[in-house]
């Protein structure tokens, strides 16, 4: 990104020093007079500092205030001599520096390339943060088989492809994962030839596993055999999570009930866990059980409660679910019975054939919020051993 230097004075003559210092740092500078001049020397795509003579204006530090909240990506210094300039005041308004007029060249180089320095710290923080709202890793588990972890992630991942998200399924249900079912695929590689053909690979290469789904979703699907699954281990699924993290913006799992070492690999690797639940007491009960369970892991700030197939029971509203559970729900997903199970036997994703139904539109709201949410990605410091320890009580 290029710099220029803007100098703000109501005379013409410019410091010399800070003329040498643009000088000597190869930034172009240009004087101007006129507040209302300064718009059309910012440009969007280039850091700007701009040095702020203090007596160009009755209330330098109101102006100091104003120039910042306008434009973020512009770092002013005032300028003036010691005893008209409040370095508090300064502060206070957003200025990134003093540069008193006593200062010699080398001086105002430093504060110079200070001013820069601090924009392009905060222009790196902001795509900081970017980068983290967009990159997100979803597990979503249950305590019961059934309630529909599966139905939702393919929902959820093709939703979010037609969002123009970049989306792989890693389906981590591995003796009995249905993903590629869901999807009508019949695949020819799985997560399984990928351990046993890249693993050990300098250069691995994960495309030639992945499925395409018609949807724009990727599919990384369960073995094709029960029997295969042992040969996966947790260095396996930390391996493909990295890389698959690399490469799309949303990765989202699905898992089998039981929670074993490689589930709490996906847990911790996850910035989202959707543990979904359903309107029975006993799942409702476990599903307390589990979530206090991810709490004592230090999971709690990813976890995220979905009621699945919520309708009216007697005795039991939402509202029960989140008293038993001493949480709020994330989602409420609507029971659409014979809808759902129809677009799973004919292995479409239910929101692109119904997009206006409840429940596509509930996928999408989840989908929003989800992406708009801030990633976490504490868990405690403890080993997995600890952990499955803690799992196992
Ligand atoms: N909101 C819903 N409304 C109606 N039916 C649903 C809903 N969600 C899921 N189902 C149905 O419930 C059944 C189980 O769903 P699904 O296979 O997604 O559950 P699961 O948690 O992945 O199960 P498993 O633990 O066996 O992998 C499916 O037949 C599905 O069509
Ligand atoms: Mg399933």
Redesign the pocket.
């Known amino acids: 990104m290029k710099t220029r230097v803007i100098y703000y004075t109501n005379h013409l003559n410019v410091i010399t020093q800070i003329q040498q210092a643009a000088d000597e740092l190869k930034y172009p500078l240009t004087t101007i007079q006129e507040m209302g001049d300064i718009k059309k020397n910012i440009k969007e795509n280039e850091h700007t500092v701009v040095f702020i003579e203090a007596n160009s204006s009755s209330n330098i530090y109101e102006l100091c205030k104003k120039l910042n909240f306008t434009y973020p990506n512009v770092g002013i210094v005032l300028v003036g001599r010691e005893e008209e300039l409040d370095l508090r005041l300064a502060i206070r308004s957003g200025a990134v520096d003093v540069l008193f007029i006593s200062a010699d060249q080398h001086e105002t180089v430093e504060v110079m390339e200070r001013a820069v320095w601090e924009l392009k710290k905060a222009q790196n923080q902001v795509e900081e943060v970017k980068e983290l709202k967009e990159k997100r890793t979803i597990t979503v588990c ?1 305590t ?10 393919v929902n959820l991942a093709a939703e979010l492809a037609k969002q123009k998200y970049k989306v792989v399924i890693l389906d981590l ?1 591995l003796q ?1 994962g ?1 993903v590629a079912m ?1 999807c009508d695929i019949k695949p020819k590689r799985t997560i399984y030839e990928w351990t046993k053909e890249q693993y050990g690979n300098a250069h691995r290469d994960i495309s030639r596993f992945v499925q395409q789904h018609e949807s724009g979703v990727d599919i990384i699907p369960a073995p094709l055999r029960p029997e295969f699954a042992e040969a996966i281990n947790e260095n396996h699924i930390r391996a493909i999570l990295l890389d698959i993290q690399e490469s799309y913006d949303v990765v989202l799992i ?1 898992t ?2 039981h929670l074993s070492e490689i589930g709490i690999i996906s847990l911790e690797m996850s910035t989202d866990i959707l543990v ?1 639940t359903f309107m029975d007491l006993p799942t409702i009960k476990n599903t307390k059980i589990y979530v206090d369970t991810l709490d004592s892991l230090g999971l709690k700030d990813k976890i995220k409660v979905i009621l ?2 919520a309708y009216k029971v007697k005795g039991i509203e939402p509202e029960t679910v989140e008293k038993i559970l001493g949480k709020k729900l994330f989602s409420r ?5 014979k ?3 129809m ?2 036997n004919e292995g479409k994703p239910f929101v692109l054939t119904n997009p206006r139904n409840p ?1 596509s539109k509930n996928i999408k709201v989840i989908a929003k919020k989800l992406m708009d949410d801030k990633v976490t990605n504490k868990s405690k410091d403890s080993s997995i051993k600890e952990k499955v320890e803690i799992l196992s009580r």
């Open positions: 249950s019961k088989g059934g309630v529909g972890k599966t139905t939702i992630v249900n009995f249905d869901f699905d089998p009930v979904t699945n197939r997903v609507p029971n659409k019975e809808q759902i199970v677009s799973v429940f």
